[in-house]
């Protein structure tokens, strides 16, 4: 913008800007169904708090569940928060 003197400067450089963005979020969509795979399963996003659990015993359950569905690296559940009472997996 600053580069620019006029707004007829302006519109090229804005237009190759937009497609520069699209071809970027292009690129991360092809990268995403590169590591995750291309299954129609994902489903949304989701997270649930856990009251009473201790966080080792998350962990162990996790790595249970893990092994016994054999989830790839990138399918499986973690835990994002650690309070006193709960945990967010």
Do not use: H, Y
Not at 21 to 34: I, K, P, T, V
Not at 38 to 63: F, H, K, M, N, Y
């Amino acid at each position: 913008v600053s580069c620019s003197r006029s707004l007829s400067e302006l519109l090229p450089i804005a237009v190759q800007t937009v497609l520069i963005a699209f071809r970027l979020g292009l690129c991360a969509l092809e990268m995403r169904d590169r590591v995750d795979g291309c299954s129609d399963d994902r489903g949304d996003p989701w997270s649930t708090i856990v009251w009473g659990l201790d966080p080792q015993q998350a962990r162990d359950q996790i790595e249970v569940f893990c092994q016994t569905t054999n989830a790839p690296q990138t399918r499986r559940p973690w835990i994002s928060c650690i309070s006193k009472n709960a945990i967010t997996l």
